[in-house]
């Protein structure tokens, strides 16, 4: 998070300056926070701080989706060098995920003797007073505990694995601030301990917190579970719980970490060590999807414009602080920026080229009939590669005469044609390496231009819908098949339907595409689509180095060469067409599962290493 976005996000909490520099706050005691309500946020805040997302392209950087032109970035050493180890790690974030728990931990011990009433604007009347209190109470002990199952997730997918002896471990299960006097030599506790902990605590949160931040506008809409706290006014509730706490964390997306949890323990890298099941994980991600509206929200809100949040240009001029489109179940706050376009634009459009996709994603974007390019029904033309493909491929990635720019420029990747700053391997750390460069996450109304320098406004999706619907047809899919529903309204099948349907493939009666209707009834035939669409879906959005690992793909799949289209112009005039080998992937049969910080196992004689780390 940049410091202006971090101001934004926590202007609830704290001025600008203490973000940046030490305050009077950092020397003082903790104990000062029960008399100071403002203090005691601030000590929640700095969880906020920690959040573990990225605005950009990272972990891709090290599968088959994408390469980075940057030849000093630390993920292209981890997957092509060989360099990924215990002690040299772009992935973890055991620190800091581990410095954000102590601060929430500390947070809980206090919270419930801070003053919270103390900043109620009713100071003359008692009872309203305890009425805020109560609600402040709840609400910020309930972001406390939602983000600390938020942590504990992460940590659980990027250092849970298994030890020597075959035992599924996740991290030290800390429950309690650590201080001078504790003892640092812990052992980590069961994969299935910390889970069980992750969803008690978002349990806790989901009952203390509001679904979303909204405010009402009578009496009757006050949730249930407050009414026990003496609030029986619009005023107070909207003060505590309504629109103006946007951004924060709430029950709704509580109840998405818990199916993201859930997905990662039944999937196969985890399953073997703990009790969750793929119908767990699909209860729980209907749970979410029930929360957005269930049937309707299934049936016409996912039809929308989802699939380009990043670029709806109305829809984000137009939205408030803290409000989020029907896409979105949680967000970082929204800043005016050109930094990713600058980054990766292609040269001609004064950006560095960053970020180039493969071969190997492109070939994953299906036929506009919705057939993969490999089905000999679909017509793909290799000599024309980009005719009739999934509406998708052009929206995401930028290929050979596709057009980028707030002038619609035209981008030539081939080696042909007069200007030669975007040709494939023309300038090292700038034009691209594979023939592609990266749309999506970009505005095309951005212009990096010096002369220009026109920026726009952007935010980073922590949590999308789409990506609870996909978690859902993943899970049900497995746990009943491709049409099964369990107890909900919708099956695999039907919501992997609309998806595409929002894509633009074309459709077949309502029942879906001809291609979803031939295989409609083959599990293994459903789950090669379900995880083909949400590597479409969720590219570039750091999924799926992750997804990987977690359904254990073979090891040949895992070190899949990344590629590139080379494209050349015959003496005729017509384009040749020839994929090339751009970047070998190294990675071992323990890399499933990533390391434990070789410091703190040098640190902590009790703290076991995963295999072969």
């Not at 309690?176 to 992750?198: A, G, I, M």
């Amino acid at each position: 998070m940049t410091s202006a976005l971090i101001c934004t996000t926590l202007a609830a909490f704290t001025a600008c300056d203490d973000v940046l520099q030490p305050a009077d706050e950092n020397i003082r005691d903790i104990d000062a926070m029960y008399n100071e309500p403002t203090y005691a946020e601030g000590i929640l805040a700095n969880a906020y701080i920690l959040l573990p997302f990225s605005s950009s392209p990272q972990s891709d950087l090290a599968t088959d989706d994408a390469v980075t032109n940057d030849v000093d970035n630390s993920f292209l050493k981890m997957a092509s060098a060989g360099s990924w180890s215990a002690s040299n790690n772009p992935m973890s974030n055991w620190i800091t995920c581990r410095h954000a728990i102590q601060y929430l931990n500390l947070f809980l011990e206090r919270a419930d003797s801070v003053k919270w009433a103390e900043i109620t604007y009713y100071e003359e009347e008692d009872s309203v007073d305890n009425v805020i209190y109560e609600l402040f109470r709840r609400r910020l002990t309930g972001e406390a505990y939602a983000m600390r199952a938020l942590y504990m997730y992460h940590l659980l997918r990027n250092q849970g694995g298994w030890d020597d002896e075959g035992n599924l471990l996740g991290v030290p299960l800390l429950l309690k601030s650590e201080s001078t006097q504790s003892n640092y030599n812990l052992p980590r506790n069961t994969f299935q301990e910390c889970l069980d902990q992750l969803m008690a605590d978002a349990d806790t949160a989901i009952a203390l917190l509001p679904s979303t931040y909204s405010d009402i506008s009578r009496e009757t809409q006050i949730p249930e579970k407050y009414l026990n706290t003496g609030v029986n006014n619009i005023v107070d509730y909207n003060r505590v719980m309504g629109a103006t706490m946007g951004g924060r964390i709430c029950g709704r997306v509580a109840m998405a970490i818990k199916a993201q949890a859930a997905l990662l323990a039944a999937s196969p890298a985890f399953t073997a060590g703990n009790t969750y099941t793929y119908e767990d994980a699909a209860n729980m991600a209907a749970d979410v999807i029930d929360d957005l509206g269930g049937t309707t929200y299934i049936n016409r809100r996912l039809l929308g414009t989802g699939n380009t949040w990043y670029c709806n240009t109305d829809e984000i001029a137009n939205l408030s602080a803290g409000a989020n489109p029907i896409e979105i179940i949680w967000r970082s706050s929204i800043s005016e920026s050109n930094d990713l376009e600058t980054n990766n634009f292609p040269p001609t459009l004064y950006g560095s080229g960053y970020v180039n996709p493969t071969q190997n994603l492109v070939d994953a974007f299906p036929m506009i009939d919705g057939r993969p390019i490999s089905d000999p029904k679909s017509g793909y033309d290799s000599e024309d590669p980009y005719f009739g493909r999934d509406p998708r491929l052009a929206l995401y990635i930028l290929y050979d005469g596709g057009t980028q720019g707030p002038d619609n420029t035209e981008i030539i990747t081939g080696l042909y044609g007069e200007d030669t700053n975007d040709q494939i391997n023309r300038e090292s750390g700038y034009s691209t390496r594979t023939g592609y460069y990266m749309k999506k996450l970009l505005r095309s109304d951005c212009n990096p231009n010096p002369l220009y320098n026109v920026r726009q406004r952007h935010y980073t999706a922590y949590i999308r819908a789409t990506e609870i619907v996909l978690d859902y047809a993943e899970a049900a899919n497995e746990a009943w098949g491709p049409k099964g529903k369990g107890n909900h309204k919708y099956s695999a099948y039907d919501v992997i339907s609309k998806i595409r349907k929002r894509a633009g493939l074309t459709q077949v009666g309502n029942d879906g595409d001809e291609y979803l209707q031939e295989i409609g009834d083959d599990q293994d035939k459903m789950r090669e689509l379900i995880r083909n669409e949400r590597r479409i879906e969720l590219c570039f959005e750091n999924h799926r180095f992750w997804d990987l690992r977690r359904w254990q793909v073979s090891l040949s799949k895992l070190n899949e060469t990344a590629k590139g289209m080379q494209i050349t112009e015959a003496s005729d005039g017509t384009l040749k067409y020839n994929v090339i080998d751009v970047e070998q992937r190294k990675y071992q049969d323990y890399m499933y599962w990533g390391p434990v910080p070789y410091e703190e196992t040098q640190k902590w004689s009790n703290l076991k290493q995963n295999k072969g780390w």
